[in-house]
């Protein structure tokens, strides 16, 4: 099976980078994030960037409606715009959040994981780890603004930032739940989220699936502020200041030496772990139990 599925290639050959923002936002001079004026957002079809180089940041919008599942596409994209940002001196932050009313991200896309074959699944995984592994040693200080309900895969990606806002509405849980799915979260899942609440209540949490709505997701630590649903950006925005005050070496090196041991863990076995991935999800029992879990996504409309 070829599993070198490099994802700078993917990335050349799937995107045009820095197309035009298309929607409401194509040509137009917006406001930037931070309140500057006459700095042009930039972004792929499923991620806007409002930059702010004034201050140093930029916030990046996932908008990939419904649920901003983590397609393929989706995380190129996401990763376009991150070594896009990671690349330009003017930038030493992200404010990562959600273009889609209620929802921060669904987690992985089930359909990326359903009924494709083994160079899918290998190429799929390949990049769910390189976004994982981008955004958990990226040099810049990022912070999630959680705007909705955040499972899965999406609440890796948000334990994967520096630092973590989510808006007060009890219907924005979050969580590592894979295991109400029948499938199993990652080791390096997993360590991310006991390096984030520690053993025991990783342990209780993975078990059991748990999606924490947000007055415990702060007791347990997998948020680090609850704020009013209309104040997330600017919390995200004022909590900032403080990291940005920090010599950016200094802060780096420390993330790097908290981090590095953890993402290594992964970088060791990487191909082993597609090769687990692969395995795991092409089995009948698993392809069976993500099919009926989509059914149960569909019938809950009727
Ligand atoms: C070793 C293996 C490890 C693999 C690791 C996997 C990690 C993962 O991330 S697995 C994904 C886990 N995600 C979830 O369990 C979340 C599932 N989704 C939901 O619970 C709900 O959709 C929601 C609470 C996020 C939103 O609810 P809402 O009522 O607003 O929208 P829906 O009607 O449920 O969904 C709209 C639309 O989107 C489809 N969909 C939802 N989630 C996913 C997804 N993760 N992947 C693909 N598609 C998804 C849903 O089926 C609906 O589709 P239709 O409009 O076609 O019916």
Redesign the pocket.
């Known amino acids: 099976m070829a599993l070198a599925v490099g994802i700078r290639g993917l990335t050349r050959s799937l995107l045009r980078p820095w197309v035009r923002v298309p929607g409401p936002a194509r040509g137009r001079t917006e406001p930037a994030a931070g309140g500057g004026d006459g700095v042009r957002c930039f972004g792929s079809p499923r991620v806007l960037v409002e930059p702010d180089p004034a201050a140093g940041f930029a916030v990046m919008k996932m908008r990939n409606p ?2 901003n ?3 393929l596409e989706f995380l190129t994209e996401l990763l376009i715009s991150l070594e896009k940002l990671e690349s330009d001196k003017a930038f030493h932050a992200i404010i990562l959040t959600s273009d889609c009313p ?2 921060f ?9 359903c009924g494709r074959d083994p160079t899918h699944y290998a190429e799929y995984w390949k990049a ?1 780890q390189e976004l994982w592994l981008r955004f958990y040693l990226s040099h810049l200080v990022v912070i999630s603004a959680i705007n909705g ?1 955040n ?6 990606l948000a334990l994967s930032c520096d630092y973590r806002v989510l808006a007060d509405n009890p219907k924005y849980a979050m969580g ?3 295991t ?2 029948g ?4 080791f390096w ?1 997993k360590d991310t989220l006991v390096n984030t609440v520690g053993h025991r209540t990783a342990e209780r949490a993975l078990q059991l699936g748990l999606l924490f709505p947000p007055a415990e997701a702060l007791q347990v630590g997998m948020v680090d502020k609850v704020v009013p649903e209309d104040q997330v950006l600017s919390a995200a925005r004022s909590e900032l200041a403080q990291w940005l005050a920090i010599p950016g070496h200094a802060r780096q090196l420390t993330k790097s030496l908290m981090r590095k041991p953890t993402a290594d863990r992964l970088l060791k076995e990487r191909d082993a772990d597609i090769q ?2 692969v395995r ?2 092409s089995r009948d029992a ?1 392809q069976k139990a993500l099919r009926v ?2 059914e149960k ?2 019938q ?2 009727t």
């Open positions: 419904p649920v599942s983590l397609s209620g929802i991200s669904a987690g992985l896309d089930l359909m990326e994981m769910v309900v499972a899965a895969g999406g609440c890796l590592l739940n894979e109400l799915l499938i199993i979260a990652p899942f687990n991935f795991f999800i698993i879990y989509l996504l569909k809950k409309k």
